[in-house]
C-alpha cells in the first residue's frame, strides 16, 4: 500500500514494524467562519451564519441567534422587532407587513419610513435605522420590541443579554446625518423592548437623512467552536475530487450540515453550508451526480414538516457555482412512522447512465423497516419496502459507495442488522437495489440468525468488475458483541451465496482485547481497503480475494491520529476499478481540546503491491515483542508459478524454519512451544532462516518443489497446502519457541 504524504513531517514518524505509517490531515475547513453565509428559506426568510451567531430575517423581524458552544441545552435566541417611530407627538407610519430584501452582507427590513439595516460580518451585526425625514419637533424615539429568554443588564451605554454560557452585547448607539455630523443615542430598557432616543438638540441642525446604529456582538463565558462531527465522502469522478459533509453542532438541539470540497492533494475549499436555520439537520450523507449534472447531494434527518415530534428524510443538491437548490422533503413522517438514517450511494462507476439510490428507516412504534427510493436532478422516485416484516426490528441500513454490475444491470448492495422481536435472534442481510430503485434482489442472510451474539454496525462495500469483466466478492463488515468486546466481522459473498466469514482480529493475528469499531471497506477490484478504529486510532489492513476467499496483502498499517471519535468514521473509494484507480479516503471527527474537528486520510494499494496468493488462519500467541508472528504469501495464483513467503513480527535476530502439510490443526504449546501448531499430518520442515533486525524474513516457494519429510512433492490442482513458521524466541530470559499464524493456498 502506498501512501500520499501531506505533511514532512508526518513522513518522519517512527515507522512501524519497519514501514512508515500512513500520514493523516486536517480534513475540516479551517476559515469557513471568516466569512457570513448567507441562505434564503422558500418562505423568502432570510438566514445568516457569522462566526459566533446566526441570524434570522422575515417579516416578522430580525432574530440573533448567540453561538454560546457546542454543548448549550438549546439556543438562546434575541428576537428584536421596531414597534414605532415617534418624533415628538407624531408617529411615523411604519408598515407592519415587512419587505426584506439582501444586498452582499446587508439585509434590509423595509417597515415605511424607516428602513432597518443590518450589516453582517463574521464577528458581528450592526444594527442601523435608516430614515429620510421626521416631521415635527421634540426627540425622536425608536422602540423596539424584544423577546428573549435571556438575562437584560444595562451596562456601557448598551444592554447585555446573557446566562451563564454567554449571550450577546447590544452596544451603544450613535445617530449620524448626510454630512456626517453625529451624536451619541441614549438606550433604555423597558422591561420588554428598548427605546432609542434622538434627542431634538441634533435633530433640529441635522441634515436629513439620518442613520442610528448600535451594533450586536456575541460572546461566550467559556470559549468554544462548534463541534463538526459525523462525515461523509463522496467521490467525484468529474472534477477528480471529494464532496465532504458533516454535522456542525450549533447547541444540543441545533445541528446545521456543512459541505465542502477535497482534492487528492489535500487541499480545502469550497465550504457551504447545506443548512444554517434552527431547524436541526442531523446524520448527514453526500453522494455526487457525476453525469452531466455534476451536484453534490446531500440527505439528512430533520424535524417532520407535518407531523410533531416526528423526523423527514431531507435533501438538498449543491452546484460547482457555490449555488443551492431550495431544500426538499425527499420522504416525510407520517402518524404511522418516522424516517432515520439515510445513507445513499454515488453511481460515480457508469456516469449519467444511472442515478443515486438511498435507504433509510421507516420508524414505528415498535421496529423499524427498511425502505430504499431513487433520487436526481431534484426528483424522487420508486420509495418501495427492501425489509419490512413487522416481527422483526431492521437496524440502521448501509449501501454500498457505487453500484456495480450483475446479471446484466447495475445494482447497488444493502446491508442491514436484524433482530427478531419474539426471540431476539438476530442476523446480517443484504439486498440488491437496482439503479434506479425499481427493484430488488433479497434479501439474503449472510450472518445468523443467532441469539447468543448481537450484531450490529453493518457496512458493505461496492461490487466491482474486474480483469476480463468478471464480476468480484462484494464485503460486508460488520460488528458482534458476544461479551464485553464487540468483534470485527468480514463476509465475502457473490450473489446471494456467503463465500466465507472471518475474524478481523484472527486474520491479521492481532490482540483480540481491543474493540475494533467501525470497519469501513474501500472496494477497488478483488482488492479491498479495511480501515476501523483501535483504541482512538485507524488502523489499515488490505485484503484480497482468492476466488471468494480474503489474503491479508498488508497487515494493520496505522494512521498517527490519535482520539477519534468512535462511531465516525467513513470511507470511500477514489474511483471505480474498471478505470484502474485503486484506492480512496477515509474521514472521521477527531477530538481536539474540548471540541471536534474533521480529519482524513488518503491510502492507495496501488499495483505495485504483490497479489495475495493465501488465506490466513488460526490464533497463537503473542511473542516477547508483544505482537504475533505473521505469515503472508503473495504471488501469481497459477499453479506453477513461484509464491513467497514473508513472515514479520518476529523478535529480531530470530532463527526459525517453515513448516508444509496439506492438513490443518490445532495443538496448543506443541512441543514446549508458547504458540499453537496449526498443520497437521505430514509436515514439511524447509526454510531455515534469521530474521534481520525488524523481525522479517522471506523465501520464494515452488509449487513444484513443497518440501515433505519423504522429500518434495508437486501441488496438484485442487489441492491445499498450509504453511506456518516456527521461530525461536526468550520469555522472561529463557529460551523458548513459539509460531506464527497459518496460510493456506488454495490450488
Avoid at 475540516?28 to 434570522?56: F, I, N
Avoid at 428576537?79 to 417611530?85: D, E, G, K, V
Avoid at 447585555?160 to 454567554?166: A, C, Q, V
Avoid at 445541528?255 to 442531523?282: C, K, M, R
Wanted: net charge negative; aromatic share 10%.
Amino acid at each position: 500500500m502506498t501512501v500520499t504524504c501531506l505533511a514532512l513531517a508526518l513522513c518522519s514518524l517512527l515507522s512501524v514494524n519497519g514501514t512508515a505509517p500512513v500520514p493523516h490531515f486536517d480534513a475540516s475547513p479551517k476559515d469557513h467562519l471568516s466569512r457570513v453565509h448567507h441562505d434564503a428559506s422558500p418562505d423568502g426568510t432570510l438566514w445568516a451564519r457569522g462566526g459566533g451567531y446566526k441570524a434570522r430575517a422575515g417579516a416578522s423581524g430580525f432574530t440573533f441567534i448567540p453561538f454560546l458552544g457546542s454543548d448549550a441545552p438549546r439556543n438562546f435566541p434575541v428576537r428584536m422587532r421596531l414597534a414605532s417611530t415617534q418624533r415628538g407627538t407624531d408617529a411615523l407610519s411604519v408598515r407592519e407587513a415587512a419587505g426584506v430584501t439582501r444586498s452582499g452582507d446587508r439585509i434590509a427590513i423595509d417597515r415605511g419610513a424607516v428602513r432597518v439595516l443590518y450589516d453582517l460580518t463574521s464577528d458581528g451585526v450592526e444594527q442601523s435605522f435608516a430614515i429620510d425625514a421626521a416631521e415635527g419637533t421634540g426627540d425622536l424615539v425608536l422602540t423596539l420590541e424584544v423577546e428573549t429568554e435571556l438575562d437584560v443588564t444595562q451596562e456601557e451605554g448598551g444592554f447585555r443579554f446573557s446566562n451563564e454560557l454567554g449571550g450577546v452585547f447590544y452596544g451603544s448607539a450613535t445617530v449620524f446625518d448626510s454630512t456626517g455630523s453625529s451624536s451619541p443615542v441614549a438606550a433604555t430598557w423597558l422591561g420588554d423592548r428598548i427605546e432609542l432616543t434622538v434627542r431634538s438638540s441634533f435633530l433640529r441642525a441635522a441634515e436629513w437623512p439620518i442613520l442610528v446604529d448600535p451594533l450586536m456582538t456575541p460572546f461566550q463565558i467559556a470559549t468554544s467552536t462548534a463541534d463538526l462531527a459525523k462525515p461523509d465522502a463522496a467521490y467525484d469522478l468529474r472534477a477528480s475530487r471529494y464532496s465532504i459533509v458533516a454535522e456542525e453542532r450549533f447547541s444540543a438541539t441545533d445541528s446545521d450540515v456543512l459541505t465542502w470540497y477535497l482534492t487528492p492533494a489535500g487541499v480545502v475549499s469550497g465550504a457551504a453550508y447545506i443548512d444554517q436555520t434552527t431547524d436541526s439537520w442531523e446524520s448527514p450523507r453526500v453522494a455526487v451526480e457525476p453525469g452531466f449534472f455534476g451536484t453534490t447531494q446531500v440527505l439528512a434527518v430533520g424535524p417532520s414538516a407535518s407531523v410533531s415530534g416526528a423526523t423527514d428524510i431531507v435533501w438538498r443538491e449543491r452546484f460547482d457555482d457555490m449555488s443551492l437548490q431550495p431544500p426538499r422533503v425527499a420522504v416525510s413522517a407520517t402518524t404511522e412512522y418516522s424516517c432515520a438514517a439515510p445513507d445513499v450511494g454515488t453511481d460515480g462507476e457508469y456516469g449519467q447512465g444511472s442515478s443515486q439510490v438511498a435507504v433509510y428507516n421507516r420508524v414505528y412504534a415498535g421496529h423499524r423497516d427498511v425502505h430504499s427510493f431513487g433520487f436526481c436532478c431534484g426528483v424522487t422516485w420508486n420509495d418501495r419496502p427492501v425489509a419490512a416484516n413487522p416481527s422483526f426490528d431492521y437496524g440502521a441500513p448501509r449501501i454500498s459507495t457505487t453500484s456495480g454490475f450483475y446479471g446484466g444491470a447495475f445494482y447497488y448492495v444493502a446491508g442491514w442488522a436484524a433482530r427478531e422481536l419474539s426471540t431476539g435472534a438476530s442476523s446480517v442481510q443484504t439486498a440488491r437495489i437496482r439503479y434506479d430503485a425499481s427493484s430488488r434482489l433479497g434479501p439474503f442472510t449472510v450472518a445468523g440468525p443467532t441469539a447468543a451474539e448481537l450484531y450490529f454496525d453493518v457496512h458493505v462495500s461496492s461490487e466491482n468488475l474486474g480483469a476480463g469483466g468478471l464480476f468480484n466478492p462484494y464485503l460486508v463488515a460488520y460488528d458482534d458483541r458476544p461479551s464485553n468486546v464487540s468483534d470485527a466481522l468480514i463476509a465475502s459473498c457473490r450473489g446471494a451465496t456467503l463465500l466465507g466469514t472471518y475474524e478481523l482480529q484472527v486474520s491479521e493475528h492481532a490482540d483480540r482485547s481491543p474493540n475494533q469499531n467501525d470497519l469501513r471497506i474501500i472496494a477497488n477490484e478483488r482488492r479491498y481497503l479495511l480501515g476501523y478504529e483501535e483504541k482512538g486510532l485507524l488502523y489499515m489492513t488490505s485484503v484480497e480475494s482468492i476466488d471468494g476467499e480474503l489474503g491479508i496483502v498488508e497487515r494493520r498499517r496505522v494512521v498517527p491520529a490519535g482520539n477519534i471519535v468512535s462511531g465516525s468514521l467513513a470511507a470511500t473509494e477514489a474511483a471505480p476499478s474498471t478505470l484502474g484507480n485503486w484506492g480512496g479516503l477515509f474521514v472521521w471527527a477527531t477530538e481536539d481540546t474540548g471540541s471536534t474537528t474533521i480529519s482524513g486520510a488518503f491510502a492507495t494499494h496501488g499495483t505495485s503491491l504483490p497479489p495475495a496468493a493465501g488465506v490466513q488462519y488460526c490464533y497463537g500467541t503473542a511473542n516477547s515483542t508483544g505482537d504475533r508472528g505473521f505469515l503472508m504469501i503473495s504471488g501469481n495464483t497459477t499453479l506453477f508459478l513461484p509464491k513467497t513467503l514473508r513472515v514479520e513480527a518476529l523478535p529480531p535476530n530470530v532463527f526459525g524454519y517453515y513448516l508444509a502439510s496439506t492438513t490443518t490443526g490445532l495443538v496448543p504449546n506443541a512441543g514446549g512451544s508458547q504458540g499453537t501448531l496449526c498443520v497437521g499430518g505430514s509436515i514439511g520442515r524447509f526454510g531455515i532462516f534469521q530474521a534481520d533486525g525488524a523481525g522479517t524474513s522471506s523465501r520464494t516457494l515452488s509449487p513444484t518443489q513443497i518440501p515433505q519429510p519423504t522429500g518434495p512433492v508437486s501441488a496438484m490442482a485442487g489441492d491445499r497446502w498450509n504453511f506456518q513458521v516456527w521461530y525461536r524466541d526468550a520469555l522472561m530470559g529463557s529460551a523458548t519457541s513459539n509460531f506464527t499464524n497459518a496460510v493456506t493456498i488454495p490450488f
